[in-house]
C-alpha cells in the first residue's frame, strides 16, 4: 500500500496526526502535512484509512 499527500489540497487541518501520528508530521514553515511512512504496515492500514477518511481536504490517497 502507498500513502500520499496532496500539498495543494492541503489545508493544514491535521486530522491525519490526529488519526494516526504514527505516519504523518507536520511541516510548520509550510503549514502542510508530511507523510513519514510513505508505505504503511499491514498493523498501520486501519490508521491510514482513517486519516484518509476524515481529511476534510481529500488531500490523502492510500493506493494498492
Known sequence: ???TADLGLCQ???EC????PELF???EDSYQVVV???EPS???VPA???A???CPAFALTLED
Open 17 to 20: 496526526l490526529a488519526e494516526a
Open 25 to 27: 508530521g507536520f511541516d
Open 42 to 44: 499491514a498493523d498501520q
Open 1 to 3: 500500500m502507498k500513502l
Open 48 to 50: 491510514a484509512r482513517a
Open 52 to 54: 484518509v477518511k476524515y
Open 36 to 38: 513519514r511512512v510513505p
Open 12 to 14: 493544514g487541518h491535521q
